[in-house]
C-alpha cells in the first residue's frame, strides 16, 4: 500500500476518539475506565469487547480480536490500512501524503475504492447533462426530489459500450482495475463497461464509501430489471445491507430496523421521513446481514411487497432471523403494494408507521404462510411443517426465547408440546446438516481465540506494564533475561519490545501493524490490564523480584529431579555433588530474593 508517514498517523490517531468511532457501530456503556459492549464480531449474550479510551485500543475477552481505531476500521469495514486512515484523516480534517512504498494487496483495494469513488462522481454528474434527462425524469416520476437524489448520490450510466472505461482511462485506472472493482466487464478482448444507460444506486460501506452499485433498467425490453455489482475484494453482498450508513443511527435511536427489498423502497422511504430503513444489496437476508443488523437493534421489522414474490421473500428473512434474539416482525402490505408506492399516498408515511408499530411476531405470520401451503388437517401435513419449523427454532440459543417459539408452534400446527419439545431435542442431538449458506464470508466472525498451552499471568500482566510504561522497557532488559518466562508469547512479544524500542518511545498503532496476528492478539489483551499510575515503579520492581523468584524456584525444582535421576542411575560422584552445589546456590538466591520483598512469598 502506499505509506503515510508516521507523523501523519499520529496526528490522525491523536484527533480520533476510539470510543466516539466504535459506538457509531457498537452499543457502548462504561465501565470503570474502560468501555463494554457486544462484540461486533462473533455472537454473545454477555459484554466482552472492551474499548480502553487512554490507550486508544480494543480487545474482546470472548474471540480475542483487538487492535486500535485504525486496525478497527480495517476489520468492520474491510478496508486497507490507507482506506482506514484516509478515512479518519478526513474525517479530523488533517491531509494526507502519501510517499512510495507498496503492498500488493492493500494497493490493490485502495485501488478499488478511489474507482468506485470515481464512478460514484461520473454517474452522478451525467445524471444531470442532457444525456441523463430520461432517467431524471424517471427519478421526479417515481416522485423523488433533488434533494433526495443528491443526498443518495443517485446517478445515471451512459448507453455507450465504453463512456466510463474512457473516462476512468484518462483517470490512470487501467480496464483489468476496474474489472476487478466490478465496473467493467470483457467480452474476448475487449473490456467494455458493465453499467449502460441505467439508474444507478451507489452501495456504500459503513464508512459511507461507496463499494459496489445497483443499476435499474429504464427500457421495459433491458433484462435484468435490475443489475447489481459482482462480488469483488471490497464487496462481499452477504454482508452489506444498502442504507445501513445512513439509517443506523436512527435504528439506534428508534430500536427498531425496517429491511425492505429495494433501492427505490430505501430512498422513497427515507424522503418519507422513514430514517431507520435498509435493504439487502441483490441478495437474500443472510446470517451475516441478521449480525449486522443486532448491533444496532433488537427489533427488525420486515418490510416486503405485497405480492407472491414479496411473501416468498419475507419467509426467507423469518428463517434467517427466527435464530437470532432479536424481536423480528412482519408488516404485510396489502395487495399490489409496496413501501415506494405505500409511502407515497396521501398520510402514507403515517399509515406505514401504525402498520409498523402494529406489526405482528414474525413466527405467527410465518406459520400462517406455512398453514396456506400445507394441509395440516392431516398428519402428513402437520409432519412435513414440523419438519421445516424445527431446523429454524433449534438455531434460537436463547432458552427462554426457543421454548416460547415451541409453545406457540405447537398451538397453530395442534400438536402435542411435549412430543414437539421431543422432537426438537432429537433434532439437536443429531449432526448439523451442512448449511446452505455460505458462511466463510470475509465478515464471518473469527473463531474464538485459544490461548497459549502455558499462560502465566503474572507474565502477562508484565507485559502488560510495560505495553503501557515503555520507559520501563531499558530496565527490563538490564534486570531481567528473556529465560525467565514460561508463555512463549510473552516471550515473543518482550524480545520484540526490546529490540524495537529500546529508548522506550513505543507507538501502539506501529506495534499491532509490524507484528503478527498472534502478538496482535496478545498486546491488546496485556493492554487492557489495570494499574495505579500512583505506583508504577513500585509494582515493575515486584513484579522484576516475583518473575526472578518463579525462575529461581522451576531451576530448583528441576535440579532436585536431576540429583534424583543421578543418585539413581549412577550413585554419590562428582556429578551430584555439582548438583546439589548449585541446588544450595539457587536456594539462597531465592532466599536472598524473598528478603528483598520484606520476606513476603508470592
Request: aromatic content about 6%.
Amino acid at each position: 500500500m502506499p505509506l503515510i508517514p508516521d507523523e501523519t498517523i499520529e496526528r490522525v490517531k491523536t484527533a480520533t476518539d476510539i470510543v466516539e468511532i466504535i459506538s457509531e457501530h457498537v452499543q457502548m456503556r462504561q465501565a470503570g475506565r474502560n468501555w463494554l459492549g457486544l462484540c461486533p464480531f462473533h455472537n454473545e449474550k454477555s459484554p466482552s469487547f472492551n474499548v480502553n479510551p487512554e490507550l486508544q485500543i480494543y480487545h474482546c475477552f470472548g474471540c480475542g480480536v483487538g487492535g486500535d481505531v485504525v486496525k478497527f476500521l480495517q476489520e468492520i469495514d474491510k478496508v486497507s490500512f490507507v482506506e482506514a486512515v484516509t478515512f479518519l484523516a478526513e474525517r479530523a480534517g488533517i491531509p494526507v501524503t502519501r510517499p512510495g512504498g507498496s503492498s500488493t494487496e492493500d494497493e490493490r483495494n485502495d485501488q478499488l475504492f478511489q474507482a468506485n469513488e470515481l464512478a460514484a462522481k461520473f454517474f452522478h454528474h451525467m445524471l444531470r447533462q442532457p444525456a441523463g434527462a430520461d432517467a431524471l425524469r424517471y427519478l421526479h416520476k417515481r416522485g423523488l426530489t433533488d434533494e433526495t437524489i443528491d443526498e443518495f448520490r443517485i446517478g445515471y450510466a451512459l448507453p455507450g459500450w465504453t463512456s466510463f472505461l474512457e473516462m476512468a482511462g484518462r483517470r490512470g485506472f487501467a480496464p483489468p482495475v476496474l474489472e476487478q472493482a466490478g465496473l467493467a466487464a470483457t467480452k474476448g478482448r475487449g473490456h467494455y463497461d458493465r453499467f449502460r444507460d441505467r439508474v444507478i444506486f451507489p452501495i456504500t460501506n459503513l464508512s459511507s464509501r461507496p463499494i459496489g452499485f445497483g443499476a435499474r433498467a429504464l427500457r421495459p425490453d433491458d433484462k435484468p430489471k435490475y443489475l447489481n455489482s459482482p462480488e469483488t475484494p471490497i464487496y462481499h453482498k452477504s454482508g452489506v445491507l444498502y442504507g445501513l450508513s445512513r439509517a443506523r443511527d436512527s435504528i439506534r435511536r428508534s430500536g427498531t430496523a425496517i429491511v425492505v427489498e429495494g433501492y427505490m423502497d430505501v430512498v422513497s422511504l427515507a424522503q418519507g421521513g422513514v430514517d431507520n430503513v435498509v435493504a439487502s444489496s441483490g441478495t437474500a437476508l443472510t446470517g451475516p446481514h441478521a449480525r449486522l443488523l443486532a448491533r444496532y437493534s433488537e427489533r427488525v421489522v420486515l418490510l416486503f411487497d405485497g405480492d407472491a414474490a414479496g411473501g416468498t421473500a419475507a419467509e426467507r428473512g423469518v428463517e434467517v432471523l427466527l435464530g437470532t434474539e432479536m424481536d423480528t416482525r412482519i408488516v404485510t402490505l396489502p395487495t399490489g403494494q409496496d413501501p415506494d408506492s405505500f409511502v407515497h399516498r396521501d398520510q402514507g408515511a403515517n399509515d406505514l408507521q401504525q402498520l409498523i408499530d402494529k406489526a405482528p411476531p414474525a413466527l405467527d405470520v410465518y406459520l400462517d404462510r406455512m398453514a396456506a401451503g400445507i394441509d395440516l388437517n392431516s398428519v402428513t401435513g402437520r409432519a412435513r411443517a414440523i419438519e421445516r419449523l424445527l431446523p429454524l427454532i433449534s438455531e434460537c440459543k436463547e432458552e427462554v426465547r426457543r421454548s416460547l417459539m415451541l409453545r406457540r408452534a405447537a398451538q397453530r400446527l395442534d400438536v402435542d408440546e411435549t412430543a414437539l419439545r421431543a422432537d426438537l431435542a432429537a433434532a439437536q442431538s443429531r449432526p448439523a446438516p451442512a448449511r446452505r449458506e455460505p458462511e466463510a464470508t470475509p465478515d464471518s466472525p473469527p473463531p474464538p481465540a485459544r490461548e497459549p498451552a502455558m499462560v502465566n499471568k503474572l507474565e502477562r500482566q508484565f507485559a502488560g506494564l510495560l505495553l503501557q510504561y515503555p520507559r520501563l522497557l531499558a530496565a527490563t532488559a538490564r534486570r531481567l533475561d528473556l529465560d525467565v518466562f514460561t508463555d512463549h508469547e510473552v516471550r515473543r512479544l518482550l524480545d520484540y519490545l526490546v529490540s524495537a524500542y529500546p529508548d522506550g518511545r513505543l507507538d501502539l498503532t506501529a506495534l499491532l501493524n509490524s507484528v503478527d496476528e498472534d502478538l496482535s492478539r496478545l498486546v491488546t489483551v496485556c493492554a487492557m490490564e489495570t494499574f495505579d499510575a500512583d505506583y508504577v515503579d513500585e509494582i515493575w520492581e515486584d513484579h522484576v523480584l516475583r518473575l526472578q523468584r518463579e525462575s529461581l524456584t522451576r531451576q530448583i525444582d528441576e535440579a532436585k529431579r536431576a540429583i534424583r535421576r543421578v543418585n539413581e542411575t549412577v550413585g554419590p560422584g562428582e556429578e551430584l555433588d555439582r548438583l546439589r552445589t548449585r541446588q544450595n546456590e539457587l536456594m539462597a538466591a531465592r532466599m536472598a530474593l524473598e528478603a528483598r520483598r520484606g520476606g513476603a512469598g508470592s
